[in-house]
């Protein structure tokens, strides 16, 4: 079946703008993580859902970030009033459950003029 | 210091080489992630182990739990190896990443 789908793959923001970021996991795949990977770095959790519950927001670097899942499949990461310094690809994973293998997407590349 | 180092930071090596990524965790952990990542950022994970040892194909993962410690070991490497290999804990806790090359 498809794997993991994120949209878009690109996008330019100015400084301030909000942005919207989508992740369309493998269906069946009960967890959903986001991961935030900077330029020559590794990944870096955000938030984890396991359905529609956002059971880890631990990495979330501030109150500007915001992801749901509300009906347990589709994810969105918003991203408000954005600054340069959250320039990076924003990675999606899912699982089949929390213990599971992680299947992740192609990424969207954010960049912040 | 980082809950999971990896080592080396970059690797070269020729082609059919046996290449060995070393990952040492210092959180406890009930399993760790190998994922390779290709140049355009696409990450595929290639194990997730929580002991003993795994084989795919050229790639073996081995873990020794006491010791906190995992390595990959890549047999008769070839020039589509070379990516970013990163090992993670389970509390996605990630590595750095070992930068690998293989020359033709």
């Known amino acids: 079946g498809a794997g993991v789908s994120q949209s878009p793959r690109y996008k330019v923001a100015k400084r301030g703008q909000d942005v919207a970021l989508r992740c369309d996991p493998i269906s069946g795949h009960v967890s959903l993580f986001w991961y935030q990977q900077a330029l020559g770095q590794g990944p870096e959790f955000l938030t984890y859902f396991q359905n529609e519950a956002q059971l880890d927001k631990s990495g979330l670097p501030s109150d500007r970030f915001f992801a749901e899942r509300p009906e347990g499949s589709v994810s969105t990461l918003k991203i408000q009033r954005t600054q340069q310094e959250d320039s990076a690809v924003y990675l999606c994973?899912?699982?089949?459950?929390?213990?599971?293998?992680?299947?992740f997407g192609p990424g969207t590349r954010l960049t912040v003029t | 210091k980082n809950e999971v180092e990896q080592s080396p930071q970059n690797l070269t090596a020729q082609e059919g080489e046996f290449i060995t990524i070393n990952c040492s965790y210092s959180v406890g952990i009930s399993a760790l992630h190998w994922l390779q990542q290709h140049p355009g950022g696409g990450i595929v994970s290639l194990f997730m182990?929580?002991?003993g040892k795994k084989k795919h194909g050229r790639l073996i993962a081995t873990i020794n739990i006491q010791e906190k410690h995992s390595s990959l070991h890549i047999t008769a490497s070839h020039p589509r190896d070379s990516a970013v290999y990163i090992c993670?804990?389970?509390?996605?806790?990630f590595g750095t990443g070992t930068r690998l090359q293989v020359f033709p």
């Open positions: 993670a804990a389970d509390k996605l806790i």
């Open positions: 994973a899912s699982s089949y459950d929390r213990a599971y293998e992680q299947y």
């Open positions: 182990l929580s002991s």
